[in-house]
């Protein structure tokens, strides 16, 4: 199944761009998903071909018009998939939420600028708002290509190494382990000993703990010491024992 995806712009380029490239690219060249991107100032019929406006109420900058966004989505026909806005003001794009999309048939990505969309647009057009992290992004463009790259990485056939997508951060709840390569010894600095042990069970329970802690460490909305296993604080115990606070006391 090919995963179609539209995506509504005022800045076209963009989305070609990158999406022409590397994993997006290649994956787009074997038919595992496909781009359309519509330019919303093609639905305008003066000679500005305006697509925003002031805001009621008074205040800086502008606000996009309802109309030329809501046109754009009538000329694409029926959705079988989401229509998702790119807003600050959405839910927090995850791992988890990436997922689930890559099992839709059709996604719909709409990108802001100026001061944001008009509400009433959000309201009656849009099934769910996105947010691709706490800051404030010019416009919906790379806030879009951030979903869309998430989301078709884990198509199958996306990847040339099927693997490479079960193992790494947020697969199972946790930040990865830390990776090496060649040389064994770089700038006085050695790989972990373990890593060149050929033990393979003994790399896999490092590789656990390294997880553990750097995600206990780094962030510990997605986990807390108190919720760990009796295995798990055994594997940390092993084989990563900086994590000082067995009461999780640190973490709160
Ligand atoms: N006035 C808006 C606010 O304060 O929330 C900011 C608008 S921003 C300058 C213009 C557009 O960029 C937004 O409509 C949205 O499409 C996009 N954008 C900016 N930051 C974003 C983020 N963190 N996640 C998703 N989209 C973002």
């Avoid at 290649?26 to 781009?35: E, F, K, S, T, Y």
């Avoid at 309201?123 to 800051?135: A, K, L, P």
């Avoid at 290509?145 to 947020?170: D, H, I, M, Q, Y």
Wanted: hydrophobic share 40%; charged share 30%; proline share 6%.
């Amino acid at each position: 199944m090919t995963l179609v995806v539209d995506v509504l712009t005022l800045f076209p380029d963009a989305l070609h761009s990158y999406a022409g490239i590397s994993v997006l690219g290649r994956a787009r060249d074997r038919g595992v998903w496909d781009l359309r991107v519509h330019d919303v100032r093609d639905v305008t019929t003066d000679v500005h071909r305006s697509v925003d406006d002031t805001p009621y109420g008074g205040g800086a900058g502008m606000v996009l018009s309802p109309e030329p966004l809501a046109q754009s989505l009538d000329a694409l026909g029926e959705r079988r998939g989401p229509v998702i806005a790119l807003t600050p003001a959405g839910t927090p794009f995850r791992q988890a939420r990436a997922r689930e999309l890559a099992r839709e048939s059709e996604l719909t990505l709409i990108c802001g600028r100026y001061e944001g969309f008009d509400q009433r647009f959000l309201d009656t057009r849009v099934d769910e708002e996105i947010s691709v992290g706490d800051f404030v992004l010019a416009g919906g463009e790379l806030a879009a290509l951030c979903v869309l790259e998430a989301v078709v990485r884990l198509l199958p056939g996306a990847l040339g190494n099927a693997e490479s997508v079960e193992e790494e951060s947020f697969s199972d709840g946790l930040l990865e382990y830390p990776h090496y390569t060649k040389p064994a010894v770089w700038r006085g600095r050695e790989v972990p000993e373990i890593l060149t042990s050929g033990d393979h069970g003994r790399i896999a329970r490092w590789r656990r703990a390294q997880a553990l802690r750097t995600t206990l460490e780094r962030r510990p909305d997605l986990l807390r010491l108190e919720s760990l296993s009796a295995e798990d604080r055994a594997l940390l115990e092993a084989f990563a024992p900086v994590v000082d606070s067995p009461s999780g006391d640190r973490l709160d």
